[in-house]
């Protein structure tokens, strides 16, 4: 008998979305701002449910309840918690409240299903049901026609990724005849094995791919700018942090536990995905004059410093655990990053950058928010984004990829440039309009939060770095494990399978 | 497990069957436009030849809710689709399937439930 009681979180917040959408439909419910709160400890009780509970590879291995999943899981509910508490803010604003909070949830299940993914079946299932609901939430305010613009682009682009990952699972189940990430690790070990063919490379690529395009890497970034612009600035928070760590969750999960014999092929695609990555998301932000479309290239250089560590060996220690790390720290600031330019869209109308102008005047704690989160961004100690690059780019050294920490020292030190000309709007530039702006309360409080987090993270990144180290060690025992178990049956299959000939 | 590669050999029969399916549907359209009669007449030429006579044109603006109301029959459809062979098999599968049935119901049901709350069943 199957031990389900490890998949209760996934169970809770599938009643909790359904539960939500209808409470959405009680005008009382709606007023009260209810909503959010409820999604957002629905949330809080998953974490709590997901870190108690034990690990488990329910239904022949397609999910992989481990310390992985559970770490991923701290990234994806922590950003649904923030976001919730934030949206509470414009619940009364709309009457479909209760709609965004399902869909938002249920994208977190899919996130957490490619988390948790053991082949590549689960992968996709869970990237395709945290798109779909992503494809809704962007349009989310369709009477303006930039968000309708965002849906339609992001459903497009989004279904043509969607596809490549679908032929280049195809190709790989067709040259090693299985989807479990375990078994195909065995399977190329095999000495009769197809191997290393042209074939499996090729597959493999379609798959990094379009995994790319959830993280939003270059050449595989258009959508990013044009999308984070338009969509609703609470779903692009989650668009620009939780779908991205859950890109970033499949393409570890798959890279991690996959040992590709010989990778040359895949680290140099990795390596010049990040490469290029950094260097035209750097440079694209440099002339962006809306805020929120320069937060999107600089996401797409945030993916790049990601995929440093990944070009350097995605099965090692570090390489995960810095990721992880990385993930977890960039979606608390990210999601402060874009809270703050709702703050500034409700009170000023505007998403431009000099739309921050004198804000330590205006809204003097908000404008402390947005500098620790810029800086954070940018690196600086002692916040979190400069122990998680630390991280990222001592991965990457040991891992013999020196050029790459180069282009991503040297490029960081041009974002420095565009994160300070933020923090120069904010507290050198003395403002138009001297009145204070109002800032809704839950907003100010999602915002503080995160501030907290970076702040944490920064200053004591211990816990964070062990979890992550958990989190690595769990994909790679599960690998190295399986492959040992796999090993028999694969022998005896020699002579059963008349597909196989020596 | 791991399969070699399969040989261009292996694929011949779906070569054979993609073409035969191709030659018989063209096969049989042209055989039956060679004998059959062509007596053309208006009852004949009309969208339903039995059946209410159709009026106007159907290249109009037609009322969203019919959309709705479709997108719901599609729910009771394929409701019914699963029930009818799980009535057949639940003796032999046991409360697993009761479980697993009343959980698919539900589901349904809560999606329903939204679109009756949200006014989708009522007629403008």
Redesign the interface.
Known sequence: MTDYRPLAPYALLTILA?AV??LG??PAARRSGALGWITAIGAGLALFISSQSPEATPWLGMLRLDAFSKACNVIFLAALAIISIASTAEEHRTAFAGEFYALLTLSTVGLMLMGASGGLLTMYLGLELSTIALFALAGFSKREKRSAEAALKLLILGSVASAVVLYGASIVY?????TQFF?MSA??S?P???GA?A?LYFGITFIVAGLAFKVAAVPFHLWAPDVYEGAPSLVTAFLSTASKAGGFAALLRFLGSVQVPEDRTISTLLIVLSAISMIVGNLSALSQKNFKRMLGYSGVAQSGYILTALAAGSATSKTISSALMYLLLYAFTNVAAFLVAQAIHDATGSDQISALRGLHRRRPTLAFCAVVVMFSLGGIPPLAGFVGKLYLFTAAWDGGQRCLVLIGALTSVAALYYYLMVVRQIYLLDPEDDRKITVAPAIVMAISLCTAAILAIGIYPRPFVTMGEAAASAVQVTSVAHQREAAP??AA?DVS?P???P | MPVTAPSSSEYLPIIVFTLVGIGFVGATLLFSRLIQPHAPSKAKNSTYECGVAPTGNAWQQFNPHYYLFALLFVVFDVEAAFLYPWALAYRRVGMYAVGEMILFVVLLGAGLVYAWRRGALEWE
């Open positions: 359904l959408a209808l439909t009680v067709g040259v090693l005849g299985t078994e399977a190329m095999h009769h094995a197809a063919s074939a049956v694969v299959s399978s597909h196989l000939r």
